[in-house]
Structure formats: structure tokens, C-alpha cells
């Protein structure tokens, strides 16, 4: 097994590891977030928490369809940090203040 074949698998590792769990983290945060400022539209809380789940599998899917297309693997990893850092940040923040 040379070189490069090794080099391969380690990326093709990194890249499912990434998208499938740093996807879930992803789209976990965005739910997060929809969930805390949806009920300032007017939806009953509850409500809001449905429609932020059910909209989760539909973000999940959308990232999980990115990350294999991304020809970059540093890129993704960083979009991906941004994203669920940034939706848990603000959950956190919006509810603290509700």
C-alpha cells in the first residue's frame, strides 16, 4: 500500500467523520436557534419546537449532500465550526434573556 492510497483513506475517514458528526453538531445548533426566536413570531413555543425539528433533518441532510461535494476538507470543517458554534452561542444567549 503506498503513500498516496494511505493518505486517501485518511481524508475519506476524516471527511465521513466530519460531515456525519460535525453536520449533526451543525445542524443541532440551527435548531437550536430556531427554536429560541421562532416563538417571537407569534408560533406557540411548542409549535416551534416541532417546526425547528422537523426543519433540522431537512439543514441535516442539506450539509451532510455539502460536505461530500466540498472539495475542500479545511473549509468544511471551518463552516461547519462557525455554523454550531454561532447557533448555540446565540440560543444560549437568546435564552438566557427569555
Known amino acids: 500500500m503506498g503513500k498516496a492510497s494511505t493518505r486517501a483513506r485518511i481524508n475519506v475517514i476524516a471527511r465521513v467523520v466530519l460531515v456525519v458528526l460535525g453536520g449533526y453538531a451543525t445542524a443541532a445548533g440551527i435548531v437550536a436557534v430556531l ?37 475542500r476538507l479545511v473549509r468544511l470543517a471551518a463552516v461547519q465550526a462557525f455554523l454550531a458554534a454561532g447557533g448555540f452561542g446565540l440560543a444560549s444567549l437568546i435564552g438566557a434573556g427569555g
Not at 409549535?47 to 425547528?52: E, G, H, M, P, T
Not at 450539509?63 to 466540498?70: K, N, S, V
Open 35 to 71: 427554536s429560541a426566536t421562532l416563538p417571537f413570531t407569534g408560533l406557540p413555543r411548542i409549535d416551534s419546537v416541532v417546526l425547528a425539528s422537523m426543519l433540522g433533518f431537512v439543514i441535516y441532510l442539506v450539509l451532510l449532500l455539502w460536505g461530500f461535494a466540498e472539495r
